[in-house]
């Protein structure tokens, strides 16, 4: 398959056409909970016809963290014919489809579909006057071990990784013997092969992603052993979130295909780089790039205003974009993470980062801070509602910062505003800082207030449990 193989339907009839040309005995029903984290249903080929497409099939949200309560647990998942993608993991010949989820009693949209919310974003975005479209670009990075091993309970607290790139395997007898080509710590990025062992496996799930229809360019090793990045093409906000769910499903099966597991695990490993999701972002009216101008790096006034609203919400966004306790371990200096909140061109240091384009077309913000721990919907609502409302009001985010951040001077330093240290922090920065998300109706009270509850739970599991360095450190005080 490639990257022509995107199905795109423009009525019920062609997609029903298309089932039955190309044998589809399942059709699997996607969506995404408040979490992040894709949820299907199979439909068998014999029950999908005119009526259910246009209906909806029935599904308990009761069962979904952070969704329904049990007595009001009926919920309907309405299938989107323009968002279809072949399943090359299924043995039976399978499509996904991504769906809304709708309340069965009003058949509006549920107040807590993340999709739903990327919907109303991208609607609001004509509404607000600044464009009629935002695209989205993330990178985002993963690693890939060989063996992981954990345990959680009330006497033993544990983990343990494995990857043949691993430098602490540098002494490791095996059966084959130790060929000893392996990056160093930080020393992964862009070594070629034999020090690069991951090039196939990377380029297998390239080449799924782009037989699942979403287009694709690169393929790279990242900074940290077993560390690696696929690249894919920007998108409009909802399709680039769709995308991102499938670049996860691919990244996750092809890695399981291999014998291998895949993470998008922050910081799984200490000492080293973690994962990130940068993020590109721009907003176009028409054929023009709003971005685009005559100022600082070559972007427009309102560019400078969309980065002013997402550095004065970056706190509240890290609920979204950094919405793990583990987040915060690779929000820390010293890892190239982007915790200071401040704007460059090409210095990568600073949180928003101005990348140089050799056209006016391609301007555009990257939101260095984010992970691919984010729910994608929200994510890249949240940073949308943050940016416009920097537009709206005029934000300036004052002067860039082009000298390296991590080495000024402590006066100097003291003076930049930082992202969140905890995801603690982030739920109540969000907490007292989201009435920007409100506009337009495009989140709601009840899914932020939901939202906090479901990831303070996160929160108090981490806060309450033993930590096997606190052992290290305390058992003999």
């Given at each position: 398959m490639?990257?022509?193989?995107?199905?795109?339907?423009?009525?019920?009839?062609?997609?029903?056409?298309y089932l039955k040309e190309n044998e589809i005995q399942y059709v699997d029903f996607v969506f995404t909970d408040l979490r992040g984290k894709q949820q299907h249903t199979a439909q068998h080929i014999s029950t999908i016809a005119e009526d259910l497409l246009l209906e909806g099939i029935y599904f308990d949200g009761s069962s979904i963290a952070g969704w329904k309560s049990i007595n009001e647990s009926d919920m309907i998942l309405l299938p989107d014919i323009t968002k279809v993608a072949l399943d090359p993991f299924s043995a039976q010949?399978?499509?996904?489809i991504f769906c809304y989820v709708l309340e069965p009693s009003t058949r509006k949209?549920?107040?807590r579909c993340p999709r739903s919310v990327a919907k109303a974003a991208e609607a609001y975005v004509s509404t607000s006057g600044v464009g009629d479209k935002a695209f989205f670009g993330p990178e985002a990075e993963f690693f890939v071990f060989d063996d992981v091993k954990y345990k959680?309970?009330?006497?033993?607290?544990?983990?343990?990784?494995?990857?043949?790139?691993?430098?602490?395997?540098?002494?490791?007898?095996?059966?084959?013997?130790?060929?000893?080509?392996?990056?160093?710590?930080?020393g992964g990025y862009f070594p070629d092969a034999p020090v690069d062992t991951g090039a196939d496996l990377r380029g297998e799930?390239?080449?799924?992603?782009?037989?699942?229809?979403?287009e694709v360019e690169k393929h790279h090793h990242e900074v940290a052993p077993s560390q690696h990045e696929l690249g894919i093409k920007f998108s409009t906000l909802l399709d680039c979130a769709d995308n991102m769910q499938l670049y996860?499903?691919?990244?996750?099966?092809?890695?399981?295909a291999y014998g291998k597991s895949a993470t998008f695990m922050p910081k799984p490993i200490y000492g080293d780089n973690g994962s990130g999701m940068h993020v590109h972002q721009s907003v176009w009216k028409g054929s023009t790039p709003v971005f685009a101008g005559d100022g600082y790096a070559g972007l427009s006034e309102t560019a400078l205003f969309y980065i002013g609203g997402i550095i004065k919400h970056a706190q509240a966004l890290n609920a979204f974009t950094n919405p793990s306790t583990n987040s915060y371990k690779r929000l820390v200096p010293g890892y190239e993470a982007p915790v200071l909140l401040a704007y460059s061109s090409r210095n990568r240091s600073a949180s928003c980062r101005i990348p140089f384009a050799a056209s006016p077309k391609a301007k555009r913000v990257e939101v260095r801070f984010p992970d691919p721990t984010a729910n994608p919907y929200l994510g890249y609502a949240a940073m949308l509602m943050a940016g416009?409302?920097?537009?709206?009001?005029?934000?300036?985010?004052?002067?860039?910062?082009?000298?390296?951040?991590?080495?000024?001077?402590?006066?100097?330093?003291?003076?930049?505003?930082?992202?969140?240290?905890?995801?603690?922090?982030?739920?109540?920065a969000l907490k007292a800082d989201h009435e920007f998300l409100l506009a337009g109706g495009v989140f709601s009270q009840d899914l932020i207030d939901a939202y906090i509850d479901l990831k303070m739970g996160e929160?108090?599991?981490?806060?309450?449990?033993?930590?096997?360095?606190e052992y290290d450190m305390y058992y003999s005080s």
């Open positions: 490639t990257a022509s193989s995107a199905l795109h339907f423009k009525s019920n009839s062609d997609f029903l056409k010949p399978t499509v996904k949209p549920y107040e959680v309970s009330m006497n033993k607290v544990s983990y343990e990784i494995d990857s043949v790139e691993g430098p602490y395997n540098t002494d490791k007898a095996y059966e084959s013997g130790n060929l000893g080509h392996r990056p160093r710590v930080k799930m390239l080449s799924v992603l782009a037989g699942m229809g979403v996860k499903y691919v990244v996750h099966n092809v890695a399981a416009l409302d920097g537009i709206k009001n005029k934000i300036h985010p004052g002067e860039p910062r082009d000298k390296d951040l991590y080495h000024l001077p402590p006066e100097d330093l003291a003076k930049v505003p930082t992202v969140c240290g905890s995801l603690r922090q982030a739920l109540e929160v108090e599991a981490f806060e309450t449990m033993p930590h096997p360095i």
